[in-house]
């Protein structure tokens, strides 16, 4: 696992929070769910931001969250493997506790917090954004079992789909887009396949999985700056995967680097996707199978 660079989150983030703004259809079904049936009492959630890096994402999901449940108490949990991200994390939601751990150890992390009496009466909602491409079909065994273990309810978001749309395209745009494809699929990561995998094994245990797109809509002259983060990185990743790419990949960088001072836009796919172990009883799915995967080198902070 390599954990994000900061000033590349800090950089995406005002970009990341205009894709979510078509994810709030989704964040709306979600509230909806935790509202259904019988109100909890107290209304107390257990929010936990998985592969939380710095906090940009629980930032947006706590100010989302508390304007549509006001009357009910936050609690936030920012899970990440790496330290240094939580450590900045930390200063950008006071009020959250930081956990210090890979994803598969959320059954046992879950199981945990919600045992213990400060969160015993809690509904448990899991976030992300931006991570699923990077997690192996053990993490996300690992979630979803979280979530059926305690009928909790996912919202997932920003995950990478394949394609990307280049305004002028260039012969290479394709090569590259499949050489970067390939490249996130490295050590076992689902990259691409990840949110349809997601959906599968949620369903496959009779929960209730539901999508939407978020994709980003980019523009230069105006998203220079990120455009050129963007596409650098995106490039390196398949020349390094790919290294005889790397001829093409000069032509290809020199154009677009001419295109971001002139006009070039680009679009980016994503998808989420909601998870809703709570009203699974109503869908009449298929019954549940488990796989366990054992938890390791828990740290909480
Ligand atoms: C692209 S960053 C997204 C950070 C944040 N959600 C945001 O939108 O700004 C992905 C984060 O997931 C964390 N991560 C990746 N794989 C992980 C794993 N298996 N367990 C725990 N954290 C993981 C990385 O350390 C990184 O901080």
Redesign the pocket.
């Not at 696992?1 to 994000?4: Q, V």
């Given at each position: 696992?390599?954990?994000?660079e900061p000033d590349?989150?800090d950089l995406?983030?005002p970009v990341?929070d205009a894709a979510r703004q078509e994810s709030l259809h989704l964040l709306d079904d979600a509230v909806a769910r935790l509202s259904n049936g019988t109100e909890p009492n107290p209304k107390t959630l257990l929010a936990i931001?998985?592969?939380?890096?710095?906090?940009?994402?629980?930032l947006?999901f706590d100010a989302a969250l508390r304007a549509r449940l006001p009357d009910w108490e936050l609690n936030w949990i920012l899970?990440?493997?790496?330290q240094a991200?939580?450590d900045l994390a930390a200063t950008a939601l006071p009020h959250a506790r930081t956990i210090c751990?890979?994803?598969?150890?959320l059954p046992t992390l879950s199981t945990e917090l919600l045992a213990a009496s400060e969160f015993r009466e809690s509904k448990l909602l899991l976030t992300?954004?931006?991570?699923l491409d990077?997690?192996?079909e053990a993490?996300l065994t690992a979630v979803v079992r979280s979530l059926d273990d305690h009928d909790g309810i996912g919202l997932f978001?920003?995950s990478i789909v394949d394609g990307w749309e280049l305004d002028p395209d260039h012969p290479s745009d394709a090569v590259i887009d499949a050489a970067f494809t390939a490249h996130q699929h490295r050590d076992g990561r689902l990259g691409h396949h990840a949110p349809e995998r997601l959906m599968d094994l949620a369903r496959r245990h009779g929960l209730t999985a539901v999508e939407g797109p978020s994709p980003w809509r980019l523009a230069a002259p105006a998203d220079r700056t990120f455009l050129n983060r963007f596409l650098s990185e995106r490039l390196d990743a398949a020349v390094d995967e790919h290294p005889a790419l790397s001829a093409v990949a000069q032509d290809w960088w020199t154009q677009r680097q001419e295109q971001l001072g002139s006009g070039l836009s680009v679009r980016v796919n994503h998808l989420d996707v909601l998870i809703d172990a709570v009203g699974r009883a109503c869908g009449g799915e298929t019954p549940t199978v488990r796989a366990i995967t054992p938890p390791t080198g828990t740290k909480a902070t």
């Open positions: 696992m390599t954990a994000a590349w989150l995406r983030r990341d931001d998985i592969g939380a890096g710095t906090g940009n994402s629980a947006w899970l990440d493997s790496d991200s939580l751990a890979p994803i598969s150890a992300c954004s931006a991570l990077v997690l192996t993490d978001l920003l």
